[in-house]
């Protein structure tokens, strides 16, 4: 029986897990996307992480084909999208089953009952069901029928297909979890209006099944309690919701304009690089020119071409991808062309696991070129910082005339935050080398004393006619050379001007202590987790321990040594088989580092950090 | 297409100071030759040229240009070009390469470069033979052929550059033999007047390890007899005696002779480049007595960069979307406080 409750007073709550997992074609990415705006339209800080499968749409009903979206928001800082879940909310058996490990105990299931069939249970391998054996009992499980509550909300409603009656089943759910924790429907509806534009009778049947689930809630004796969470605290200003991806590509925006250059993108599709070509097509209005090629080496290579013709160029891929593009990043290295690869890594070797987030390409990015072939190397570490990176990895192409490797991954690729908005106003100043014409014996391998970044004299330029290429160049004139002290001065030349981009990039900084008995070490996309880890030692009181996190891996900040020689145990965590540690290793002697890798697809969770810091406390 | 030159140049400014280090005899010496003398001609500025090349003998070319150039890495210069092309389309953008580079490690490139019709020149120096790696079998060696890769004859089917080229939609190509410059240089020409990709299949003698491979249809002795030059309007005729001719016998061409059996000139087939449908231009790409030379198919064609440019256009006029903040600070933007 329904009895309508009134006057519920909201809990509060500081943060909150949750996960939304169906079929690959349950709309869960869409279900979960509006949950996390609307929270962070209210004010809270949020993290988000999508998980879905390779294939696009797996067989119905089955595990591999469950897709998921979780998001983590509170009204404190949020840096990852959390653990284990306060509230999982299950649109079929197979959802079920594969996400119940990540259930807090005592904490609530929302199943919607009409997918629990015979069929479903056993293609979820289910010998029984789970929700009339008791298995569940640690648990709160508020069994919804939510298939036919939708239908019988959309009776009347004129012109809707079965299938498209089936599909809002999402909506229902959206509307349950939008009066437990106290969110209104305003924003999802202003959605439907702009995503249905031309179709009132869709916009009108979502609105109705996103109501009647967010009414059932409310009459609902089986949901004790609303929940709330208040506002985070957050520095003033104009934000957005923005995914990693988006952010990459927007990073790229900002630098073309600031640098007075057209941006060229010469790629090819490849999961989890694709969004930013996605997102890059649509800027034909400032003039992006985006070149989907024939396969990654085209990509590149046109790249190389228009750099060479003088466009801010980029290329964007993952790992298998790069190891593709290795002869032509060499190419763009020795002739000293600006350009930015953007790698967002996935679980490899080989295709691996292109779904799933890894670190594992860091010693391809350092190495993966025949000869010696140093590149700058850079790593966002979270979805907004993105753009930075973007903006950071054009600038210093631009202005060194080197190539850089971006690396992202796929959990900040894929995941979305809270992005301050940069206005391109208040982003640093980019000079580009571009020649405009001839000085007295002028040549193209003329370096600036500095940075020994050469000039980048382009095609159409009266009088600065001249030919690069692979093979080895004479040092003053830039003709072939195959003069064997050249070659090495030649050789030291490029590294030189590696190295020397330290001079330009900040200082490594210390989270939490300067000094102590244990750094915690992380590069790139771990950031969140590590961050969050550490931190939770601190609020209990630890106070020896520091975190330290690089962006800038080649070259590594000025200051590296002297931070890690304030600790008097370091631990480095990547998920690889430990990577960096050993560039570390390679850099820097006479310290004790250990290492905690994770290899298996997803990020690191908060417990098994906790758990490693103390354990190598107490030794 | 790139901007008129008001400078008269001479082949002399095209040259660069760099010494021509290819094999005493090559018929390299000839394409280079020949391009150094087609471009005062052309009326483009020196700075609006471009050469880029892949990896091989032939790839050597830029250097020797005084241009810009680059020479890239094996089979990707089709990609390099695209990019310069499209970065900047008043350039006049060239492609150098040679059968192992276009065809075996650069095939992909090859055919996606000349179905997208982006307006680049493609030089293809063809040998039927690696030169560079010292003598192996290349995608255009012949079966049979003994190489150091394959000492009791190549059992590879060859591609035949044309008709893998009309294929892959090039809308113009042309052949020529490596000693014949004076219609070289012509075909450089028209090759830049055209708009659009076109392929310039040179018969190029490499004397160290294929010498004499297109003896028999380039040599000053037998070129008359042995090659039907086409132009654009004119009849199928070719020999010494100006009396050979080309008729279509059924689904096939055949050679006649004008006088006997009743054939008139009337009767010989008239050359249109222009024609889209590409069968008697793959016809004409096949045949081997007489081997078809001079601009085989030259169809006119909207071009990769004219689209892009006119959609670019039409996003600028309709797009509130000015500068990037325009865009960052669209849609959904909250303000804390």
């Known amino acids: 029986m329904i009895t309508p409750k009134n006057n519920h007073q909201p809990e509060v709550l500081e943060a909150v897990v949750i996960r939304f997992v169906g079929d690959s074609g349950d709309g869960m990415q869409l279900t979960g996307t509006q949950f996390s705006d609307t929270s962070a339209m209210f004010g809270n800080d949020i993290a988000t992480f999508p998980n879905y499968p390779s294939e696009i749409r797996a067989p119905q009903g089955s595990l591999y084909g469950v897709s998921g979206f979780q998001v983590h928001i509170g009204s404190v800082e949020i840096s990852t999208p959390g653990d284990n879940v306060d509230l999982l909310v299950a649109m079929n058996p197979a959802g079920l089953k594969t996400n119940l490990h990540a259930v807090k105990p005592g904490h609530t299931i929302i199943v919607d009952t009409d997918s629990f069939t015979k069929k479903n249970l056993e293609k979820a391998q289910y010998e029984s069901n789970p929700l009339e054996d008791n298995s569940l009992e640690n648990y709160r499980v508020i069994e919804v029928a939510m298939t036919s509550l939708t239908k019988e909300s959309l009776k009347g409603v004129e012109g809707l297909d079965n299938k498209t009656i089936t599909r809002s089943k999402n909506m229902f759910a959206l509307g349950m979890v939008y009066w437990m924790y106290d969110r209104s429907t305003e924003h999802t509806e202003a959605f439907f209006n702009k995503k249905f534009k031309s179709k009132p009778n869709v916009i009108e049947a979502n609105k109705k099944v996103l109501k009647a689930g967010f009414n059932y809630a409310n009459t609902l004796e089986l949901i004790p309690t609303a929940y709330t969470i208040s506002p985070a605290k957050m520095d003033p200003g104009t934000y957005r919701i923005i995914m990693g991806n988006t952010a990459t590509a927007w990073g790229f925006l900002a630098a073309a304009e600031k640098s007075g250059l057209e941006l060229f993108l010469g790629s090819y599709p490849i999961t989890p690089a694709t969004d930013i070509l996605h997102e890059l097509v649509k800027h034909k209005h400032f003039g992006v020119k985006a070149f989907q090629a024939e396969d990654e080496i085209a990509g590149i290579a046109s790249a190389i071409g228009a750099s060479f013709a003088g466009d801010l160029a980029i290329t964007t891929t993952s790992g298998p991808g790069l190891a593709l593009k290795g002869e032509a990043l060499g190419l763009a290295m020795m002739v000293e062309l600006p350009l930015v690869v953007v790698n967002v890594q996935r679980g490899g070797p080989s295709t691996g696991l292109p779904t799933k987030t890894e670190q594992s390409d860091l010693l391809q990015a350092m190495y993966g070129r025949n000869g010696e072939s140093p590149v700058i190397v850079l790593a966002a570490s979270t979805p907004a910082n993105c753009f930075d990176f973007a903006y950071q990895a054009a600038k210093l192409t631009l202005e060194h005339m080197t190539p850089v490797i971006l690396l992202t991954d796929g959990y900040i690729a894929n995941g979305s935050a809270p992005w301050k908005i940069h206005s391109v106003n208040d982003m640093p100043e980019i000079k580009n080398r571009i020649v405009k014409k001839p000085t007295e014996n002028w040549h193209a391998y003329d370096r600036d004393e500095d940075t020994l970044a050469r000039n980048w004299p382009v095609p159409g330029t009266e009088g600065l006619e001249h030919r690069i290429g692979g093979l080895e160049k004479d040092r003053v004139t830039g003709n072939v050379s195959y003069v064997p002290e050249n070659h090495e001065y030649m050789t030291h030349i490029r590294a030189e001007k590696i190295r020397r981009v330290q001079n330009y990039i900040p200082n490594l900084e210390t989270e939490f202590a300067e000094t102590g008995d244990l750094l915690v070490i992380g590069w790139g996309g771990t950031y969140g987790s590590l961050h969050s880890a550490v931190k939770n030692m601190r609020d209990n009181g630890n106070k020896k321990i520091g975190f330290a996190h690089f962006n800038y891996i080649n070259p590594l900040p000025k200051n590296t040594k002297e931070v890690l020689a304030k600790f008097r145990k370091i631990l480095v965590c990547e998920l690889n088989n430990g990577q960096f540690a050993k560039i570390l290793k390679i850099n820097f002697n006479g310290f004790e580092i250990t290492q905690f890798n994770k290899i298996q697809g997803l990020p690191f969770g908060n417990q098994e950090l906790i758990q490693k810091f103390n354990q190598l406390l107490v030794k | ?337």
């Open chain 2, 1 to 337: 297409m790139a901007t008129t030159a008001e400078k008269k140049y001479t082949f002399k400014d095209f040259a660069s100071d760099q010494e021509v280090r290819w094999c005493p005899g090559c018929d390299d010496y000839v394409i280079l030759r020949s391009m150094q003398k087609a471009l005062p001609d052309m009326g483009v500025k020196k700075e609006d040229v471009v050469f880029i090349s892949g990896i091989g003998c032939s790839s050597r070319f830029p250097y020797y240009m005084n241009t810009y150039g680059m020479h890239s890495i094996h089979g990707r210069a089709p990609g390099i070009a695209s990019g310069v092309k499209l970065a900047n389309p008043d350039l006049s953008v060239w492609i150098i390469t040679g059968d192992g580079d276009a065809m075996a490690i650069g095939g992909n490139h090859f055919i996606h470069v000349l179905r997208r019709n982006i307006d680049l020149n493609i030089i293809l120096f063809n040998n039927e033979i690696y030169g560079l790696t010292k003598g192996q079998f290349s995608p255009t060696s012949l079966v049979g052929q003994k190489t150091k890769s394959s000492p009791y004859g190549n059992i590879q089917q060859p591609f035949q550059p044309g008709e893998l080229a009309i294929g892959a939609q090039a809308r113009f190509f042309a052949r020529i033999g490596g000693n014949s410059p004076k219609e070289m240089s012509k075909i450089f020409i028209e090759s830049h007047n055209f708009k659009g990709t076109s392929l310039i299949e040179v018969l190029q003698n490499c004397v160290i390890f294929n010498d004499g491979c297109f003896k028999n249809v380039t040599d000053k002795a037998v070129r008359e007899d042995k090659q039907l030059y086409l132009t654009h309007g004119e009849p199928m005729i070719f020999g010494k005696e100006k009396n050979k001719g080309i008729v279509l016998n059924g689904l096939k061409l055949e050679v006649v002779t004008i006088g006997e059996n009743g054939i008139t000139e009337k009767d010989i087939l008239i050359h249109d480049a222009k024609e889209k449908d590409p069968t008697l231009h793959q016809m004409l790409v096949r045949l081997s007595y007489p081997i078809a030379t001079g601009i085989i198919r030259a169809v006119d064609d909207i071009t990769l960069e004219e689209r892009m440019d006119a959609l670019t256009a039409e996003v600028k006029v309709n797009s509130n979307f000015k500068k990037t903040d325009d865009l960052f600070f669209s849609g959904e933007t909250y303000e804390v406080e």
